[in-house]
């Protein structure tokens, strides 16, 4: 099975920026594709971003486009989520998730998931 570990959560001022981390384990990280979701007090659980094996194609949830970047280094088994101009409404639980077949844009076709990390954005 694969393992991912967040890492990176905390306090942070709004307009402020934060990295997350995910470091994943039990599988061959590049037959892997990416992706990181998010849930809020009071809100369901939503995409973020996503990333494919290659690291080639990005995709991002409206909210946070031009203010979140998503990458990964194979070599590192790592994925990250680069947040900037965080506000309020960022605040919440940030998981990794990792699909053997399509992009995870879906949390319905995620393989595998960690067990979150909290960011929490103050006025």
């Known amino acids: 099975q694969v393992q991912l570990v967040e890492s990176g959560g905390g306090l942070v001022q709004a307009g402020g920026s934060l990295r997350l981390s995910c470091a994943a384990s039990?599988?061959?990280?590049?037959?892997?594709?990416m992706g990181w979701f998010r849930q809020g007090p009071g809100k369901e659980r939503e995409f973020v971003a996503a990333?494919?094996?290659?690291?080639?194609?990005?995709y991002y949830a409206d909210s946070v486009k031009g203010r979140f970047t998503v990458s990964r280094v194979n070599a590192k088994n790592t994925v990250y989520l680069q947040m900037n101009s965080l506000n309020t409404e960022d605040t919440a639980v940030y998981s990794c998730?990792?699909?053997?077949?399509?992009?995870?844009?879906?949390?319905?076709?995620?393989?595998?998931w960690g067990k979150g990390t909290l960011v929490t954005v103050s006025s």
């Open positions: 998730a990792a699909d053997l077949g399509t992009v995870p844009v879906r949390q319905e076709t995620v393989d595998y």
């Open positions: 039990g599988r061959t990280f590049s037959s892997l594709a």
């Open positions: 990333i494919n094996r290659s690291g080639g194609s990005t």
